[in-house]
């Protein structure tokens, strides 16, 4: 998943002679001795020239540990190794394992007809099948790309089928997989976990009414869209087609609820249910609908320790960009370049939903999540802002960033598996940014949204 976007060297989107020039612009920065100014501008050069993010990063930050002599270099290695040094991170691993199997095991398809069978007979049924499909499965991936890549094609193939237009089918998909890193678990909570010093526990509590919330308004968005068009229903309600469709997914609809009401309950800590749900994923593939095979077994686990690798290395990286604007004092510097702003909350917060708005068109959500998580905490904690909501706030931003060019990663993966363009995607993703936006803008400004859950059971 995450190697797609961050290790692979990008096409560079300047020009040799303006490449040129910034790496001059570097050099001049580093003699008239401005150092975090050359901090950025290098991190930006190594970006624009197609460096893979974690190696822009680490580059960067050697440059300037290097140049300023601040500090001993080895102390680049030492910062990268207490970066990764953190439990909480053992999660990751163990839910991307669990999402992989969860794809190869077919148990996608079996969430997908029962969501068919509850949800079909609404008005642009299997446009509110495919969200519901997506909140289902986002208790078990944690990853809005594996959503994209394992339900996604079975979404826009019956969709087509049914005789949606392509546009419809893409958008509905690409937005409603956004709803994985939202609801518990979450990849990208468990990272900005680490990097906030936020309980993880608590973070995955304050997703689940937001992540709700956006699966309700993306089927208010489809119920207009569908009444507009003249989509009708795709079925009929059935209760024994429901039933039999039930029997066939409950065991996979079992993983959210021991894994989300495991961790609520107290009965284990996040990176627990992860292990958890590897062990049951295992049993329901292997010993259950019995279809993984070896082959595919040492296949998901290849792609795991690809990803993970290239997951803790972005964080390796980041942990050393962060610890220098930590100890040259970057947060306070921006405190007080906001001056007559940093009193009212309103403001930082609409300021920092753009700021990650923008971010999340161009960097991908992890990097994101590790290189600004030192920056605008601070800043929101300061007016006000809980981290525990903040982090939900981040996240949620940055997910609308993966439905928008020229990054959008999650267009990109429907892309490939619909075999529809990407100009065509986004086209049909536009309608349902607006009830995604909608739901930032509720969940920005009614902390309780996001907070009433992890207050009821954590505090």
Same mark, same amino acid.
């Given at each position: ?12 989107? $300047? ?42 990063l ?9 140049? @300023? ?16 040094? @953190? ?5 990751? &691993? ?10 190869? %095991?077919?148990?996608?398809? /079996? ?15 299997l ?47 690409? %937005? ?5 890193? *939202?609801? &518990? ?14 309980? $993880?526990?608590?973070?995955? %509590?304050?997703g689940? *009414?937001?992540?709700?919330?956006m699966g ?31 029997? /066939?997914?409950f ?38 609908? /019995? ?110 960033g993966?439905?928008?060019? &020229? $990054?959008?990663?999650v ?25 995604l ?23």
């Amino acid at each position: 998943m995450a190697r797609l976007s961050v290790m692979r060297w990008h096409k560079p989107i $300047v020009t040799p002679t303006l490449s040129a020039l910034a790496v001059l612009g570097c050099v001049i920065l580093a003699v008239m001795g401005h150092y975090l100014s050359f901090l950025f501008f290098s991190l930006f050069t190594m970006l624009v020239l197609g460096m893979p993010i974690a190696i822009s990063l680490a580059g960067s930050c050697l440059l300037f540990v290097l140049i @300023s002599g601040q500090v001993p270099d080895i102390v680049v290695a030492h910062r990268m190794i207490n970066g990764i040094d @953190s439990f909480p991170l053992l999660a990751i &691993p163990f839910f991307i394992f669990a999402g992989s199997l969860m794809n190869n %095991a077919g148990i996608t398809e /079996r969430i997908f007809n029962f969501a068919k069978a509850l949800m079909g007979w609404m008005r642009g049924g299997l446009g509110h099948v495919n969200v519901g499909a997506s909140i289902v499965f986002s208790g078990m991936s944690g990853a809005a790309v594996a959503d994209a890549g394992g339900l996604g094609m079975i979404e826009v193939k019956a969709m087509k089928d049914a005789g949606y237009d392509e546009e419809f089918a893409v958008g509905i998909t690409a %937005a409603s997989s956004t709803i994985g890193p *939202i609801i &518990p678990p979450s990849l990208p909570m468990v990272i900005y976990g680490v990097m906030a010093s936020a309980s $993880v526990g608590q973070l995955f %509590a304050a997703g689940l *009414i937001p992540g709700l919330l956006m699966g309700a308004m993306l089927m208010g968005m489809v119920f207009l869209v569908s009444r507009r068009r003249g989509y009708q229903r795709d079925a009929d309600f059935s209760f024994r087609v429901l039933g039999y469709t039930f029997s /066939r997914a409950f065991l996979s609809l079992l993983t959210p609820v021991i894994i989300v009401g495991g961790i609520i309950t107290g009965a284990f800590t996040p990176t627990e249910a992860a292990v958890a749900a590897v062990f049951y994923a295992l049993f329901l593939g292997v010993v259950v609908y /019995r279809t993984l095979t070896w082959r595919k077994l040492i296949k998901v686990s290849m792609e795991t320790i690809e990803t993970t690798a290239v997951i803790l290395f972005i964080v390796a990286a980041a942990s050393i960009f962060a610890w220098i604007l930590t100890s040259n004092q970057v947060t306070q510097h921006v405190i007080a370049l906001m001056g007559p702003f940093s009193d009212s909350k309103v403001v930082v917060l609409m300021m920092t939903n753009l700021v990650l708005i923008i971010v999340g068109c161009f960097m991908e959500t992890i990097a994101a999540i590790t290189i600004l998580v030192p920056v605008l905490l601070p800043l929101a904690v300061a007016v006000g802002v809980d981290p525990v909501h903040f982090g939900v706030i981040m996240v949620l931003n940055l997910m609308i960033g993966l439905l928008t060019p &020229p $990054v959008g990663m999650v267009l990109y993966v429907l892309s490939r598996v619909s075999n529809v363009s990407f100009e065509r995607c986004m086209r049909g993703t536009i309608p349902f940014l607006i009830p995604l936006v909608l739901c930032l803008l509720l969940v920005t400004f009614v902390p309780a949204i996001s907070m009433w859950l992890p207050t009821l059971v954590y505090r």
